[in-house]
């Protein structure tokens, strides 16, 4: 039995393969894993998640990104694109090879069932060791769900649930909310 061998890139390699990619992908330790696409919910909640962080930052020093900015998490070395980022003050941007942000303060990933087991777990862990981040929401795109976690001020990171239209998710950090029935406005699940 043979196995064909791994071929492993530089991150500068990455990064220029990136720039002229179709479809994006992630990078870590050599290796790229391509991206799925979104459904309909998944981007609605995520425009609709956006619109409302950006309405209640406007006259904040703070900058909503959509999933086009890629992030590098420093301690691990991943480039990810989060669903959305939130940078409060000045933004920390690499841009060898395309802007590469590296200080959010909120990240965001809505749910699928291909990445619901890795944006808790394995991605969450990457989160967790960037030091300027203090929430980390994931919704779901099925059902009324909402989790955020949010690093209190002795590093420990804390679980909020909300589920069902009725509640609201608090970023502290930012002075801001996320209500349940703003994010999945206008979202309708399959039957």
Same mark, same amino acid.
């Given at each position: 039995?043979?196995?064909?061998?791994?071929?492993?890139?530089?991150?500068?390699?990455?990064?220029?393969?990136?720039?002229?990619?179709?479809?994006?992908?992630?990078?870590?330790?050599?290796?790229? !894993?391509?991206?799925?696409?979104?459904?309909?919910?998944?981007?609605?909640?995520?425009?609709?998640?956006?619109?409302?962080?950006?309405?209640?930052?406007?006259?904040?020093?703070?900058?909503?990104?959509?999933?086009?900015?890629?992030?590098?998490?420093?301690?691990?070395? &991943?480039?990810?694109?989060?669903?959305?980022?939130?940078?409060?003050?000045?933004?920390?941007?690499?841009?060898?090879?395309?802007?590469?942000?590296?200080?959010?303060?909120?990240?965001?990933?809505?749910?699928?069932?291909?990445?619901?087991?890795?944006?808790?777990?394995?991605? !969450?862990?990457?989160?967790?060791?960037?030091?300027? &981040?203090?929430?980390?929401?994931?919704?779901?795109?099925?059902?009324?769900?909402?989790?955020?976690?949010?690093?209190?001020?002795?590093?420990?990171?804390?679980?909020?649930?909300?589920?069902?239209?009725?509640?609201?998710?608090?970023?502290?950090?930012?002075?801001?909310?996320?209500?349940?029935?703003?994010?999945?406005?206008?979202?309708?699940?399959?039957?």
């Amino acid at each position: 039995m043979s196995t064909v061998p791994k071929h492993y890139i530089t991150a500068d390699e990455y990064l220029h393969r990136e720039s002229k990619a179709e479809f994006r992908s992630e990078y870590f330790r050599g290796e790229t !894993f391509a991206m799925a696409g979104a459904s309909a919910n998944h981007n609605l909640i995520v425009l609709n998640t956006g619109a409302s962080l950006r309405e209640q930052l406007k006259k904040k020093p703070c900058r909503v990104y959509p999933s086009d900015l890629k992030l590098r998490i420093d301690a691990t070395g &991943l480039y990810t694109y989060p669903d959305l980022s939130v940078v409060c003050g000045d933004p920390q941007i690499e841009t060898n090879g395309g802007d590469v942000l590296l200080n959010p303060v909120v990240l965001v990933e809505v749910l699928s069932d291909s990445t619901e087991a890795y944006d808790r777990g394995k991605k !969450f862990e990457h989160y967790r060791t960037i030091p300027s &981040l203090q929430h980390y929401v994931v919704i779901a795109q099925d059902r009324h769900s909402m989790d955020c976690f949010s690093r209190d001020p002795d590093g420990r990171w804390n679980l909020t649930s909300c589920q069902g239209l009725d509640g609201q998710i608090e970023l502290d950090s930012i002075d801001s909310k996320l209500s349940a029935a703003e994010v999945y406005d206008k979202v309708v699940f399959p039957a």
